[in-house]
C-alpha cells in the first residue's frame, strides 16, 4: 500500500522532463542541413554538425526538449515550421562584422564612387547594405556619406539595410556597441557620431540619433524575391555569399546585378570571387565593380 508521499513523489518522478542527449543524429543533421539550404541557400556541409549541434542546444532548453530529434520533429510540424524557421536562421547565421571593415572600400567610395555618381546624376543616390549583420557596416557607410555631404552640399542619399536574421536586426537598430568595437574609428567621426554611455561602469557607445534614422532596416531572406522595384546604385554585398554553394552565389550576383542601376557598383568581400562568371560588370578595384 502506498502513503500519500509516496504516490505524490511517483507524480513528481513521471512530471520530471528526460536527460538532456546533446548529440544529434545523421538522419537529425540531414534533415536540418536540407532545410537550410533550401529556406535560406546556406550550404551546411558533414563538418558543420558539430558546429550546428552545439548553437542548437539553447533552442531545444529553452523549448523544453531533450534531445535534436525531438525538435526536429516540432520544426516539420505544420503549426511548428511557421513559428521556428526565423529562430532556426538566427541560431544558423553567422554574424562578424566590425566598423570600417575592409578600409580601401571606403576610401573607393569617397575618392571614386560617389563623385562619379554626382556627376552623372543630380538625383539622390540609393545604397543597399545587403547582409548588414548588427549594423556596423550601414553605420559604417552613414559616417562617410555624412563627411562627403558637408563637402558637397547638394549630394542626397538613402540607404537601405538587410539581413535575414530579426535578432540580429534588433541589435543593429538599437546601435549599442561595446567601447572596444569602436577602436578603429577616427576620433574626429567618433566625437561626432557615436555617444558614450553615461554609466560609467559600462563601456558602451550608441550611434548618434540623426545617424540611426538615415537607415531603413529591412528583413530580406536572399532566397527569395527582392521585394523593393526601385534600383540601388551602390550595392555592399560583403563576407555573405561565402556561405553559398557556387550556383547559389551565381544566382545571387546575377540578382544584385539586375538590381543595380547602369554604371552602379557593387562590393564583395575579399574572401569572395565572381571569377568565371557571366554579369554585366567591369572590376575597377579588388573586389569592386561596376555595371556596364
Given at each position: ?192 557620431y557615436l555617444l558614450k554611455s553615461k554609466d560609467k561602469a559600462k563601456p558602451l557607445v550608441r550611434v548618434a540619433p540623426g545617424l ?81
Amino acid at each position: 500500500m502506498l502513503f500519500n508521499k509516496d504516490k505524490d513523489k511517483i507524480k513528481e518522478e513521471k512530471r520530471q522532463p528526460a536527460a538532456f542527449t546533446p548529440r544529434m543524429t545523421d538522419a537529425d543533421f540531414g534533415k536540418f542541413s536540407k532545410l537550410i539550404k533550401e529556406e535560406f541557400g546556406i550550404k551546411m556541409p558533414p563538418s558543420k554538425k558539430t558546429m550546428l549541434e552545439a548553437r542548437l542546444q539553447k533552442r531545444l532548453r529553452a523549448l523544453g526538449f531533450s534531445c535534436h530529434s525531438e525538435y526536429c520533429d516540432f520544426l516539420f510540424s505544420p503549426g511548428g515550421f511557421e513559428k521556428e524557421l526565423t529562430q532556426l536562421i538566427d541560431v544558423v547565421t553567422t554574424n562578424t562584422t566590425d566598423f570600417f571593415r575592409e578600409p580601401k572600400h571606403f576610401e573607393l567610395l569617397l575618392s571614386t564612387v560617389l563623385p562619379d555618381l554626382c556627376q552623372r546624376s543630380s538625383r539622390p543616390v540609393k545604397l543597399w547594405s545587403a547582409g548588414c549583420s548588427s549594423g556596423e557596416e550601414p553605420y559604417t557607410l552613414c559616417m562617410v556619406l555624412n563627411e562627403f555631404t558637408e563637402r558637397n552640399p547638394n549630394f542626397k542619399y538613402s540607404l537601405m539595410a538587410t539581413d535575414i536574421s530579426t535578432d540580429i536586426l534588433r541589435k543593429a537598430m538599437n546601435a549599442v556597441y561595446p567601447m572596444s568595437k569602436v577602436d578603429v574609428v577616427p576620433m574626429a567621426l567618433k566625437k561626432k557620431y557615436l555617444l558614450k554611455s553615461k554609466d560609467k561602469a559600462k563601456p558602451l557607445v550608441r550611434v548618434a540619433p540623426g545617424l540611426r534614422k538615415k537607415v531603413d532596416f529591412k528583413r530580406l531572406n536572399f532566397m527569395e524575391p527582392f521585394p523593393f522595384k526601385d534600383q540601388k546604385d551602390i550595392i555592399f554585398c560583403r563576407n555573405v555569399v561565402i556561405y553559398f554553394d557556387r550556383a547559389t552565389q551565381y544566382m545571387l550576383f546575377k540578382k544584385f546585378c539586375a538590381t543595380l542601376t547602369k554604371g552602379g557598383y557593387l562590393f564583395i568581400g575579399h574572401s569572395e570571387s565572381i571569377s568565371g562568371m557571366e554579369l554585366p560588370v567591369r572590376q575597377i578595384a579588388p573586389t569592386v565593380y561596376q555595371k556596364v
